[in-house]
């Protein structure tokens, strides 16, 4: 299934942080999610929990994607997943 992700059209980069690339396809399916990378590994991730959809990271680094979207990721996704389903970019 990753595979499958990496084969999709570009995401815009949202947010970088200790190694870990954030990104957020246009109008991507349900549920609201973003997709972290960090040393060619994929995931995604909750908006809203923060937790590992499909895919998997390293402890450290989930944990510290958790720690963004408490803190940062998950109003700052949200208006941008809103953007993106609404406005189409």
Do not use: C
């Amino acid at each position: 299934m990753m595979s499958q992700l990496l084969n999709q059209e570009p995401m815009p980069e949202i947010s970088r942080f200790f190694g870990i690339i954030v990104y957020m396809y246009f109008k991507d399916h349900l549920p609201p999610h973003f997709h972290a990378e960090y040393n060619g590994q994929e995931a995604q991730f909750s908006i809203e929990t923060g937790n590992i959809i499909v895919g998997d990271l390293p402890r450290k680094q989930t944990r510290l994607i958790q720690a963004w979207v408490e803190y940062i990721g998950k109003i700052y996704s949200r208006i941008i997943w809103n953007r993106k389903w609404i406005m189409g970019n």
